[in-house]
């Protein structure tokens, strides 16, 4: 509501945004990032979600209500000045312990030691990256800066990244400035964090882990890029905690998830990259927002089908409100992630599916009754006149969600089967998957190839091995 109200003041006239009293904040925030920082809100006490509908309507009379007539015959507040330096400016000068500190105070790091971002080291990373340090990728929301080449490399040092990571780095801010995307939801209170999903030669390149332990850190690539993810959200886009970061638990940081592509091609299935659009070789970044996940361990059957209840028991168990991405807010948007362990893929395979079979399978049996899914839209995510059957009626959702009116009817999680994103990695000896609770529009899944140097070969070996 907020860019209404900032369209409207920019036209000329007066606005007032209604605000829960733990969002003002935010509000504040976003409104700097908007471009007018003194956009008139009223304030809303406490949260309507959990207040009785008489001490709902005595806070909007008694607070809200005067805060409105402020902002419409009242001119806002003058804004303060913007002091923000400029993107070369040196900020600071001291020992790595006084810099820490400074970048610390000031909200630049995220509590962890940074590696400071000394001109010379930034113009190293630029040295992996025909594009000019002042190329723009796009403009990142909520704060509205510009993404520079130059703004990744210093937040790539500051990661700890190596200066040849710098082409995955640019592809994943293209990603991030994809509006198809939606970045500007990465603080929402849900606190859904990114996955990134690594494909290609680049994987080998630069020492990527794509076995045991690839969700862990301690492998230098995957962690400090997915560091770097967060440190880019947070001093580039804007989401700080306390401010535009409303996340009500939050999640951290997640180091890069890297396909198993010996193993994809041995079994002769396509990889992540192939499945959106990309040829199978290209080196590619997906990224996709998610609340949660779960490791699901032992899952035995020595066919295809005798591991598909197991797996598709686990997958509807991490869905309960995020269905609504599926039938409710953002139609067609739910993406289940799986990860499946290389044992479990060469099972599956072993039975003669491909990965599309797979898919299919997992379409058809990943479902929920349909008297459950109409509950969840209609009493967990707050839509009191929701139906399935008006819903497929209006031509909203597929046909398949309203086949009859047997409430027990099984509905499927996902419009097709193409929908469950099924990556192959980790450990190769365990039989095990891990399956991702998707964030639907708040995140939608978006790739990007990962464009190198014309002289790559030549700089990577001058670097030596990867670490």
């Known amino acids: 509501m907020l860019r209404a109200s900032a369209s409207g003041e ?36 406490g949260h309507p979600g959990v207040q009785s509908k008489e001490q709902l309507r005595k806070n909007v009379l008694d607070v809200t209500l005067d805060h409105v007539i402020d902002n419409l015959l009242k001119p806002p507040k003058r804004a303060g000045a913007d002091n923000e330096p400029g993107a070369r400016d040196i900020v600071f000068k001291g020992s790595f312990d006084e810099v820490n500190e400074y970048f610390y ?89 990114t996955l990134i999903v690594l494909n290609g030669p680049i994987i080998k390149q630069l020492g990527f882990n794509y076995t045991q332990g690839v969700m862990r850190d301690g492998f230098m690539a995957n962690t400090s890029v997915g560091r ?37 091609k041995k079994l002769g299935w396509t990889n992540s990259a192939a499945d959106f659009g990309f040829y199978p070789d290209d080196s590619t970044v997906m990224i996709s927002r998610h609340t949660g996940g779960n490791h699901i361990s032992s899952v035995s059957g020595a066919t295809a089908q005798e591991l598909m209840p197991y797996i598709s028991d686990a997958v509807v168990r991490q869905y309960s409100w995020q269905l609504m991405f599926s039938t409710g ?25 491909s990965k599309r079979d797979f898919q299919k399978q997992l379409w058809e049996q990943a479902r929920v009754p349909a008297y459950q899914w109409e509950r969840i839209q209609r009493d967990w995510t707050q839509k009191p006149l929701w139906s399935l059957k008006e819903a497929a009626a209006k031509g909203d959702v597929p046909k398949v969600y ?49 464009q190198l140097p014309k002289d790559w070969e030549s700089k990577l070996a001058a670097v030596g091995k990867p670490a």
Request: charged share 20%.
């Open 329 to 353: 807010q953002g139609l067609d948007s739910l993406r289940p992630q799986l990860l499946l362990s290389p044992l479990i893929a060469e099972t599956i395979a072993a039975s003669g599916w």
């Open 10 to 45: 920019a036209g000329g006239f007066p606005s007032s945004t209604l605000v829960g009293e733990g969002f003002m904040t935010l509000a504040t925030a976003a409104s700097k990032g908007l471009g007018m920082p003194n956009l008139p809100v009223a304030k809303v006490v």
């Open 228 to 264: 770097f993810w967060r440190l880019y959200l947070r001093n580039v886009a804007g989401f700080l905690p306390h401010k535009n970061d409303k996340a009500t638990f939050g999640n951290t940081w997640r180091v890069v998830v890297a396909e198993n592509e010996d193993v994809v």
């Open 402 to 450: 309203h086949e009859s009116d047997d409430p027990n009817r099984l509905v499927p999680l996902v419009w097709r089967p193409e929908d469950f994103l099924t990556c192959v990695t980790g450990d190769p000896a365990r039989n095990s998957i891990y399956v991702f609770a998707h964030n639907g529009v708040l995140g939608f899944p978006t790739a990007k190839k990962v």
């Open 105 to 193: 105070e000031n909200e630049f790091s995220d509590g962890l030691p940074i590696v400071p971002p000394t001109v010379e080291k930034v113009e190293a990373f630029l040295k992996f990256t025909d594009r000019a340090a002042d190329e723009t990728l796009g403009t990142i929301l909520p704060d509205n800066r510009a993404a520079t080449i130059w703004s990744i490399a210093v937040n790539g040092v500051m990661a700890g990244c190596k200066p040849a990571y710098m082409p995955v780095l640019v592809a994943l801010v293209e990603a991030m400035a994809d509006h198809g995307y939606g970045v500007e939801h990465s603080g929402n209170t849900p606190g859904g964090e």
